[in-house]
């Protein structure tokens, strides 16, 4: 492959990596606000510390991925900048960075692991236009960050040894990045463990190799127990406070079971249509095609662990999907597939809905509420909104939680029925307005547009409203 042929499609993957961190607002699961939003405010003193979920009680939550965003954030706060919005949008800009990093480390690592350069093109392709890639690494979750992680550092160890490198600083990177990866998400250990094993069996590296990335392990996770004291107040372990709580005392398996098999029924019913589905049956198609293989070592592991675990959901197999387009292209290299009608057709079909899906996933936002609190956050920063009226629930709830990151301070929410109401004021519903409580309405913003086909949405709107 060229140089000019590798940078044009880099550069292609950032700039949709760069779209989607723009459009892709809100939250793809309520523990990618929480966890990590909410932390953050609440170090900020945005947030009452007694409003954060169970996880900040029983010190089970890495303060890592806070601290890494309250980099930028208090950038932003220097310069005067304190819209939650553009926090957010600096801290969705911040992953899709360091997704993209792995994106190229990925590409990097192609002619090591295919050796002919029509499919090594298609795989640079495939990793640069694959539906869900950009979209999914300007998520600031746990899952995105941890696998970004610990592709750069296992493609980093793969150019090592491809280079029959003697220098041990490379190895101590890789232990750095592993080690970060881990106290992202705590289940990354067992792609950790792969991959340290995968190096000490299958390509015997020496003793000294070995102990750099222990080496970097531990030093990362040092450095993040004392981030966690900061963010704590008080030393813990909290990896062994989250294997506490969620195995010994049963926690996970509390909130939700599912069968060994339900993976494959969730990656069929919440991805996109046939597309999610493929990118599965590529993994393990390639796993069984290639058992020496540092991708099989990590990403198999990691499947099995969350197989046979009894909560299963969706997101928690989202480390394996950095590498899941790569493993694709190789798995249909080697099966070596004879070329006929059904084959282009189906293929064909494949490509375009990749297409549709890439521009749904990266230019629409992830959680369609924060055009809302936008609005909401505009009229009070501009004297205009004090007070807010709602039915059926606070609008800064999640699933009951109380959010406060996009919350303006100074707000005051009441339900609709409270007394003394005032002749004009704002109200807030998820559903459609009722006239016969308040006739004389007028609609501000919706966040979602008002089609037949969406009625059946939670669709929070905003409404300046008049007594009779």
């Not at 990362?220 to 813990?236: E, I, Q, R, S």
């Not at 936002?365 to 004297?383: I, N």
């Amino acid at each position: 492959m060229s140089k000019g042929f590798i940078t044009r499609w880099l550069l292609i993957a950032l700039a949709l990596h760069l779209a989607a961190a723009y459009f892709s607002t809100g939250y793809q699961n309520s523990d990618e606000h929480f966890q990590v939003l909410e932390f953050l405010n609440a170090y900020l003193g945005r947030t009452p510390w007694a409003a954060l979920p169970i996880e900040y009680v029983r010190s089970v939550r890495p303060w890592f991925q806070p601290f890494l965003y309250w980099i930028p954030v208090r950038a932003l706060m220097a310069l005067g900048i304190s819209s939650p919005f553009v926090w957010a949008g600096a801290i969705r800009l911040v992953s899709a960075l360091i997704g993209w990093a792995s994106v190229v480390s990925l590409v990097s690592c192609i002619p090591i692991w295919i050796k002919k350069v029509r499919w090594q093109r298609i795989a640079v392709i495939t990793l640069a236009l694959t539906w869900y890639i950009p979209a999914f690494h300007a998520r600031h979750s746990s899952e995105n960050l941890s696998g970004a992680l610990f592709i750069i550092g296992l493609c980093w160890g793969a150019r090592w040894l491809a280079n029959s490198s003697s220098r041990l600083s490379p190895l101590l990177a890789v232990g750095l990045l592993w080690g970060f990866a881990f106290e992202a998400r705590y289940q990354v250990g067992f792609m950790v463990a792969g991959g340290f094993f995968w190096l000490a069996l299958v390509k015997r590296a020496r003793l000294s190799q070995l102990a750099a990335i222990v080496t970097g392990i531990l030093a990362a996770t040092a450095f993040c127990t004392y981030l966690d004291f900061l963010g704590y107040g008080h030393w813990t372990f909290a990896p062994w406070n989250y294997f506490h709580f969620n195995l010994i005392e049963g926690y996970a398996s509390v909130t939700d079971t599912s069968p060994w098999w339900d993976f494959f029924r969730r990656i069929w019913t919440e991805t996109w249509p046939v597309l999610g589905f493929i990118c599965l049956a590529g993994m393990l198609v390639f796993w069984a095609l290639n058992p020496w293989h540092p991708l099989t070592w990590t990403h198999l592991p990691f499947f099995l662990v969350h197989v046979v675990l009894a909560h299963k959901e969706t997101r928690f197999l989202f480390p394996l999907a950095h590498a899941a387009p790569l493993c694709l292209v190789i798995a249909i290299q080697q099966l070596k597939l004879r070329p006929n009608l059904f084959l282009r057709l189906f293929t064909g079909s494949v490509i375009a809905m990749n297409g549709v899906a890439l521009a749904a996933f990266t230019f629409l936002p992830a959680a369609p509420t924060l055009r809302f609190y936008s609005k909401v956050y505009d009229l009070v920063e501009a004297g205009t909104l004090h007070e807010l009226r709602f039915s059926e629930w606070d609008p800064y709830t999640i699933g009951g939680i109380p959010m406060y990151f996009y919350r303006p301070s100074g707000l005051v929410l009441k339900p609709l029925e409270s007394p003394a109401l005032e002749n004009s004021y704002f109200y807030a519903s998820p559903s459609p307005l009722d006239l016969t409580m308040a006739p004389r309405c007028l609609t501000l913003t919706r966040s979602l547009p008002d089609w037949h086909l969406l009625s059946r949405l939670h669709n929070w709107t905003l409404y300046a409203c008049e007594k009779n």
